[in-house]
């Protein structure tokens, strides 16, 4: 049965850095894309990040774009979140998530598209 395990979040100052993590198992990570949602109190979840399966092409959205950066290590079947120059706004649960398929994209990394979710971990960014 695949479970996706969510760890590394906190509590940091805007301006500071967090590095979250999800631990795969029941699947090989390296052929399916795997990727973070948020939810911020009162907001509907939303896409921050993507990383396709096999090339590892990422995919980001805007308001994260050039200060989070996604990656995986096939070996130790973990995918990471580096997030740095948090915002207040980055506050939020982080879901790990992966579709049942290799495709990472703006077009394809929507909720509806996901078929697991780990249970997240919650990320507050607060001076």
């Known amino acids: 049965q695949l479970q996706l395990v969510e760890s590394g979040g906190g509590t940091v100052r805007p301006g500071g850095s967090l590095r979250l993590s999800c631990t795969a198992s029941?699947?090989?990570?390296?052929?399916?894309?795997l990727g973070w949602f948020r939810q911020a109190p009162g907001k509907e979840r939303e896409g921050v990040s993507c990383?396709?399966?096999?090339?590892?092409?990422?995919y980001y959205a805007d308001s994260v774009k050039g200060r989070f950066t996604i990656s995986r290590d096939n070996a130790k079947n973990t995918m990471y979140l580096q997030m740095n120059s948090l915002k207040p706004e980055d506050t939020g649960i982080y879901y790990c998530?992966?579709?049942?398929?290799?495709?990472?994209?703006?077009?394809?990394?929507?909720?509806?598209?996901?078929?697991?979710w780990g249970k997240g971990t919650l990320v507050t960014v607060s001076s």
């Open positions: 029941g699947f090989t990570l390296d052929y399916y894309a």
């Open positions: 998530a992966a579709p049942d398929s290799p495709y990472c994209s703006a077009s394809v990394w929507t909720p509806d598209g996901v078929d697991h």
């Open positions: 990383i396709r399966g096999g090339d590892g092409v990422t």
